[in-house]
């Protein structure tokens, strides 16, 4: 039997699911079509701010769209993910080097835990809109992520991914 491929999404991506933003929905379609068998994961960073956002946010409108991508997750097939203790210190640590090294700002203190989260994971794509993970530098994140034997996921865009897939 083959082993799912395990692609972690993040929050900007769930709220895109629950906001049926066109790119995220056709993107992610996409990605379990055509690039089967796949897993779509949320990292438990991801559940936090979502939750957070749903029971917290100042702003009505995104709290209604927190609780709507949490009602979504289902109905997408998208896997929560809840870390052991050593999951937890191994991407708490990664994340910590992200940070340290500057390879994610300080002030993105929950990127560099969701990024680190997916490589935990063993994902191998994480879609993303943020731009702090995007532009990343994907040598000097390998070289992070190897020190901890981790492998690095691809970050990727819902418009890269159409793209990508409809040259």
């Given at each position: 039997?083959?082993r ?16 049926r ?21 949320l ?35 998208l ?12 991407a ?14 300080s ?21 993303s ?39």
């Amino acid at each position: 039997m083959q082993r799912h491929q395990l692609v972690a999404v993040d929050t900007n991506i769930l709220l895109g699911i629950g906001g049926r933003d066109e790119d995220t929905v056709d993107s992610l379609r996409l990605i379990l079509k055509k690039a089967a068998p796949v897993q779509l994961v949320l990292c438990p960073t991801v559940l936090q701010e979502t939750a957070h956002l749903a029971a917290n946010s100042d702003d009505p409108a995104t709290r209604s769209l927190a609780v709507m991508s949490i009602g979504e997750i289902a109905a997408w097939g998208l896997h929560p993910n809840i870390f052991n203790a050593v999951q937890r210190a191994v991407a708490d640590h990664a994340a910590a080097l992200l940070l340290q090294r500057g390879l994610v700002p300080s002030a993105e203190r929950n990127d560099a835990r969701i990024l680190a989260e997916a490589a935990v994971l063993g994902c191998v794509l994480l879609v993303s809109k943020d731009s702090h993970l995007i532009g990343l530098d994907a040598l000097a994140l390998s070289i992070i992520f190897r020190e901890l034997d981790l492998t690095a996921p691809v970050v990727a865009t819902p418009r890269d991914l159409l793209r990508k897939f409809y040259r």
